[in-house]
Structures are given as structure tokens and as C-alpha cells.
């Protein structure tokens, strides 16, 4: 301003006369104001500058508005007087908000020069300019307070439109968080109703260019969560104005424009907008110092963004570790899941706060710190074990749905907390009539998998239980759920006669053989004859089930290759073993061994042919993986058992080995889940052991009979 004013001064003293141009203000219906310009002949008197002191001047160019006008000398032609515009303080024209009911007039001609505007509520031609007011400005907080819907602000948007818009789309976003789903769809239906809401989507698109970018990036958000079409006008005119104007996004506007970003769908301009922002991202990681808003940028950021930012997020996130909050560290988990970062440094220190602070940690934190660590396959057993402790010591307060949703969370990390299970098959049993077909399934599906039921002194009659709720829903079980509740029923050895024999049934077994999951099917009916055949089940022994030919997938041929050169130097060549054995009911196994019943001697296979079935003890080698057994125990989950419990009824001995992924790494447990010691072992099983403990070639798990 005061270089405006000195070149003013400056011009004034070198011209005695001079034509300059007024402006004038044309007003649109949408309060955006468009200078147009008029010309007019004024002659300045030559001695202007020596009737009016600098010092009036300069007082008058920062006060209210004023007039420069003289008693003679003045010409006028397109208008009548001359008019300024006072504009409040450093408040740009762009930012304005003319209210049309209200009009700037011309002030009455009078001796004075210099004059100020008088407003008043008339307007004498339409060559004058219209007077700008200041009108009360309402902001979304008051609107969503004063208003109770979304309609109610559309009727305040038409008594009175403000600038801007953007207060009004957040104040009804503000208000829909308070309302039910099905009130939200009823106040939606009215809202795009409502005569206003088409004007004001108007404004909204003419005011996002001059708007603050802040305000732009909230009424985006709320838009969308309201519900409106993303392939509208309205959505897509205000994502392009966001990305032509992204570089004015600051540490707070990140922060919002990452939940804008999480809420959409994808389509071609939230996919550039995306690119911009990791570009934005990546020059400003070091400079953002609120921890929440970093990490709501790497939860945005996305899974597919290139690893050197997620690493550069990584390097930002340690640095702020000492300024973690209780609830930045249970938020970690999440946010490395969603940009799919597995950071070990990270996990590892904020499962130590989390443990810290256990008590009193929400239901939903525990369920999202369990859902992140599967998704990022993160096994830690210290915070596993403390979660569950946690839960199990306030059992009580939890409600048997979300007790059973962690249980399910722990069944697909592999983990058996094994006292929060047997608080739950307590309970269960006490209050048998809290169940229904969907829990019936999740625990049913729970204790198979990890194998639970095997040691419990309550055994029984938690099974039986679980049999007579399963037969009240017969009458209403789907065939694939009632498959799935037999199908574990088998992995646990339990054999309920009122749901096999409905299950058995031609139609049933007719329309599970004809669905979409046909092979799933199979594979559990095939299972599922397999028990009726080994395990003890007289009643059932004699139904055949017509089933198509099942088809696993075929084993390596060459299976194990450092575990046969192992048994060879052990057992003293490679006839003295079988490899990739193929059994009845689909059975393989990896290595056959034979052995006299004394087990003092390992037979050749050569000779085997010559000796009476009777004088043969087999046993089968099975080479399995970490994840056959319950996650940091030797305990063997559902199908490992239930193979483990066949092979026996087919006369084998099972003989468990595990390769570690290191070399040279020495095992921290024997895996086993039988009752043969390792004295039963053949031959010397402590030499065995010795000699796979300290092989270069192989890092073999000790051998332990089954």
C-alpha cells in the first residue's frame, strides 16, 4: 500500500492533467465480484498537490473509504461521481461476499474535497456501484448447532448465503455423524431435494478457486461422506481444483487431504491427485512435527508407493519415537499395515508400550494391533501372550462376540492362547443358550484348527454342547455350513450322530457336489469318509459315500533332498529308507522307514520282502513346517493331529522333522504331540539327535517318535 500510494504522489506531481480510470464492482448472484472498467475525463487542477498536504493524503488512503473530488474543473462522462471501493484492512477482492440487498450510492456533491461514503439501503441508478457489506459470518460449528438437520442448514444457506460455502457441507457432515444410517439416508433423499442444494453445489464450484485451501480439502471430505455421487460435476471439479492447487497444501492440510484421499474411490483424477500428494510427501517428511498427522500420511500413502518413501516415512517415525504417544504406538500397527511396511524396529518398540500399558486398552485396538500383525505376518509371542492374558483376566467384562473375534485373529496367526480358551469353553458350557449358528461355527472352527480339545479335562462334555447346539439349528443350517461344523467335528475326533446323518444325505451331499466351492467340498467330504473309515466310529463305519476322485497337489519328486542325504549317513545308505510314499485315503508321506519290533535294528528294504509282517514296525517321517504347529510350542494344529492319529490306525510310527531356515541353527524345542518318549526311539535316537545337531549339511529338528 505504500508503494501504491508514493508512485500515486509521485504521478500527481509530474502530470498537471491526467485521464486515469475508475473501477466499478458488478455484483453476480454468487457473490463473486468482476472489476469492469470505465473511462472518464477529469481534469486535475495543476495546483492539486499544493491544496492537499501529504500528510492528509496518507491518513485519508488508510482510513475508511473516501472520494477525491474538487468543486470545479470536473467533467464527468459514463457516471455521475466518483467512487472508491474500501476494502477492510489487507482483505483481497476476491475474498468478498456482496449480499445484493445491500449497495454503495454516490456521496452528494459538497464544498469539501474529500468526503466520506455515506451507506444507506437505496439505490439511486444502476451506474452506481453497489455497497459492500460485511454480513455475519456463520461457521460450520454454529451451523451444526443451531441447526438439528441437513435441511435446516440448505433453509440458512437461503435466508443468508455466506462465503464460504465450504461452512455449510461441513456443518451438515457434522450433523449426519450424529444420525442413525437409516435417518442418514431419509436426511439424503430431502437434501437432494432441496431447492437450495443445487445453488448451493454453484457456489461451491465458483468459490473453490478463491477459497483457502484448507477450506477446499474440508467440504471435498464432507461432500463425499455425504454421500454424494463422486462422478458429479460438483466432486470432480473441486479434485481438480485441489491438484492444481496442491502446493499450497501445509502440515495440517496433509493431514486432511489423506483422510480426502482414504475416503474416495479410486478413478483418474483421485489416482493423479494421489501421485501429487506422495510427490508433496516426499519433499515435506522432514518437516512435519505433529506424530499424528505423520502418521496419518503413512497410512494414506498407500501399498503400492514406492519403497524409498516408505522407507523415508520409516526414518521419519524412528526419529520420533522418544515423542510417541500411548496411543501413536497402539495407532503403529495399523498404519504400517495399510502401507503394507513391515518395520521390525518399529513393531518391536511400540509392542513394549503396548504391553506397558495393557490395562484399559479398548476391544478395537486389541482387534486392530491382532489384524495388522497378520497382515503383516509379524509373530511376536511376548505381546501375543500379554494381549491374551489381558483379555483372560477381564474376561468377564467382554462380550462372547468379541472374545470369539480375537480367537479367530489368534487361530489365523497360529497362536493358542490356551487360558483364554478354556475360560471360553467354561463359560460355554455353563451358558450353552448365548450361542447361535454363527458362533456355533467360530468356535467349532477355532478349537479344530489349533487343536484345543486334545488335552482338556472338560473334553467331553464341551463337545456335547457343542453337538446339541449344533442339532437346534439343523432345521435352518445352510449344507456348506453344516459341512464346515462336521468337517471340524472330524479334525477334534467327536462324531455327533444327528448332524453326520443329515449331513450324509443324497440331496445334501448332491448340492454341496454342484455349488460354486465344489472343490472345498470334496476335499472336506473326502476327510470326512476318511474319519468314518479310521477312527472309531462303529455307528458310521458302514456308510459309503459315492465322491469324484480328488486330486491333492502332487508332492515334490525329489522331496527334501538334505533330509534323505541325512538319513542316508544316519541309517547307512538309501536302501535302508523309502521315499515319497503314497498311502490309501490320499495319504503321503515324505520318508519310510523299517525297523524290527525291538527296534534295535533298521531293515533294508531288500529284506523286508522275506520277513513276516508281523516282525515290522514302520515308521513314517514327516517333514513339516513351523506352521503345522501352534505358533512358539510343539503343539500340532488340527490337520497335523488328525494325520498324525491315521497313520497310526494305518500301523505307522510318526516321526516328526522340522528344517530351520538358517544353517547351523540349533533347535530350541523337540516338536512332538505323542506319547512315545524318546527312549522308544529305533536304533539310538540320543546318537541320532547328536548327529543332526552337529551336521553341516542339514539343520534337522531331533527325530521323536509319535
Known amino acids: 500500500m505504500n508503494n501504491k500510494a508514493g508512485s500515486f504522489l509521485w504521478n500527481l506531481r509530474q502530470f498537471s492533467t491526467l485521464v486515469p480510470t475508475s473501477r466499478t464492482m458488478r455484483l453476480y448472484p454468487l457473490g463473486l465480484c468482476k472489476p469492469k472498467i470505465v473511462h472518464s475525463n477529469w481534469n486535475i487542477l495543476n495546483n492539486f498537490h499544493n491544496r492537499m498536504r501529504s500528510t492528509d493524503i496518507f491518513r485519508y488512503l488508510f482510513q475508511d473509504a473516501f472520494i477525491l473530488k474538487s468543486d470545479v474543473g470536473f467533467q464527468t462522462k459514463g457516471i455521475s461521481t466518483v467512487t472508491a471501493l474500501r476494502i477492510d484492512r489487507l482483505l483481497y477482492a476476491k475474498r468478498l461476499f456482496f449480499d445484493s440487498k445491500h449497495s454503495l450510492v454516490c456521496v452528494d456533491k459538497s464544498n469539501d474535497g474529500l468526503k466520506r461514503v455515506n451507506f444507506h439501503h437505496e439505490v439511486s441508478s444502476e451506474d452506481v456501484l453497489t455497497k459492500e457489506t460485511k454480513p455475519n459470518r456463520i461457521s460450520s460449528r454454529k451451523l451444526s448447532e443451531e441447526c438439528n438437520s441437513l435441511s435446516d442448514v440448505l433453509d440458512t444457506f437461503t435466508k443468508a448465503p455466506t462465503f464460504p460455502s465450504s461452512n455449510y457441507f461441513t456443518a451438515m457432515w457434522t450433523i449426519a455423524k450424529r444420525l442413525s444410517d437409516d435417518q442418514k439416508r431419509f436426511e439424503r433423499r430431502l437434501m437432494f431435494s432441496h431447492p437450495a442444494f443445487n445453488q448451493l453445489c454453484e457456489h461451491m464450484m465458483r468459490e473453490a478457486k478463491i477459497m483457502q485451501y484448507k477450506y477446499l480439502l474440508f467440504s471435498l471430505y464432507a461432500i463425499v461422506k455425504l454421500g454424494i455421487p463422486q462422478n458429479t460435476l460438483l466432486v470432480q471439479t473441486l479434485l481438480r481444483v485441489t491438484q492444481e492447487r496442491i502446493n499450497e497444501c501445509d502440515e495440517r492440510c496433509l493431514s486432511v487431504l489423506s483422510s480426502v484421499l482414504e475416503a474416495m474411490e479410486p478413478c483418474k483424477n483421485v489416482h493423479v491427485l494421489q501421485m501429487g500428494f506422495r510427490i508433496l510427501v516426499d519433499q515435506q517428511v522432514w518437516k512435519i512435527e505433529d506424530v499424528f498427522t505423520l502418521q496419518v500420511v503413512m497410512k494414506c500413502i498407500g501399498k503400492d508407493a514406492p519403497i524409498a518413501l516408505k522407507r523415508k516415512l520409516e526414518m521419519k517415525a524412528l526419529r520420533e519415537l522418544d515423542r510417541f504417544s500411548v496411543l501413536n504406538s497402539q495407532r503403529m500397527f495399523e498404519v504400517l499395515a495399510a502401507m ?16 506397558d500399558n495393557i490395562h484399559g486398552c479398548p476391544s478395537k485396538i486389541i482387534i486392530n494391533i491382532l489384524q495388522s500383525c497378520k ?30 473375534f480375537i480367537l479367530i485373529l489368534f487361530e489365523n496367526l497360529g497362536f493358542r492362547p490356551v487360558g483364554l480358551m478354556d475360560l471360553l469353553m467354561k463359560r460355554i458350557v455353563e451358558d450353552p443358550e448365548s450361542l447361535n449358528m454363527k458362533n456355533i461355527l467360530s ?22 454342547v457343542m453337538a446339541s447346539a449344533l442339532t437346534g439349528y439343523l432345521h435352518s443350517v445352510s449344507s456348506e455350513n453344516l459341512l464346515d461344523a462336521v468337517y471340524s467335528f472330524c479334525l477334534m475326533n467327536y462324531f455327533p450322530l444327528a448332524p453326520f446323518n443329515q449331513l450324509l444325505q443324497k440331496d445334501i451331499i448332491s448340492e454341496l457336489l454342484t455349488s460354486d466351492d465344489m472343490k472345498k467340498n470334496v476335499h472336506k467330504l473326502h476327510i470326512l469318509d476318511t474319519c468314518l473309515k479310521l477312527d472309531d466310529t462303529a455307528y458310521l463305519k458302514d456308510i459309503a459315500l459315492s465322491l469324484p476322485q480328488f486330486l491333492r497337489e502332487l508332492p515334490p519328486s525329489h522331496p527334501n533332498a538334505k533330509v534323505a542325504e541325512v538319513l542316508s549317513s544316519l541309517l547307512g545308505g538309501e536302501g535302508h529308507f523309502s521315499k515319497d510314499v503314497h498311502l490309501p485315503h490320499n495319504y503321503h508321506i515324505d520318508f519310510e522307514i523299517r525297523v524290527d519290533t525291538n527296534r534295535n535294528q533298521v531293515l533294508p528294504f531288500s529284506d523286508v520282502d522275506t520277513a513276516s509282517a508281523t516282525d515290522i514296525q514302520r515308521a513314517a517321517v514327516l517333514c513339516v513346517s513351523r506352521s503345522a504347529y501352534c505358533l512358539g510350542s510343539s503343539h500340532p494344529r488340527g490337520f497335523l493331529a488328525m494325520k498324525m492319529r491315521h497313520l497310526n490306525a494305518l500301523g505307522f510310527q510318526v516321526i516328526l522333522t522340522c528344517l530351520l531356515r538358517k544353517t547351523g541353527e540349533t533347535p530350541s524345542s523337540v516338536y512332538s504331540a505323542g506319547s512315545k518318549s524318546e527312549s522308544q526311539s529305533p536304533g539310538n535316537c540320543s546318537r541320532q539327535q547328536q548327529s543332526c545337531r552337529s551336521s553341516s549339511l542339514i539343520p534337522l529338528m531331533p527325530f521323536c517318535y509319535m
Not at 346 to 352: P, R, V
Not at 376 to 401: C, E, M, P, R, S
Open 443 to 464: 468356535i467349532l472352527h477355532t478349537y479344530s484348527s489349533l487343536n484345543h480339545v486334545c488335552e482338556c479335562q472338560n473334553k467331553e462334555q464341551f463337545l456335547e
Open 375 to 404: 497382515d503383516l505376518q509379524y509373530h511376536n509371542l511376548d505381546l501375543f501372550n500379554g494381549l491374551a492374558d489381558y483379555v483372560a483376566a477381564t474376561f468377564d467384562i467382554w462380550k462372547l462376540k468379541k472374545v470369539l
Open 340 to 355: 503394507n511396511h513391515r518395520s521390525l524396529t518399529l513393531l518391536n518398540e511400540c509392542s513394549k508400550v503396548v504391553l
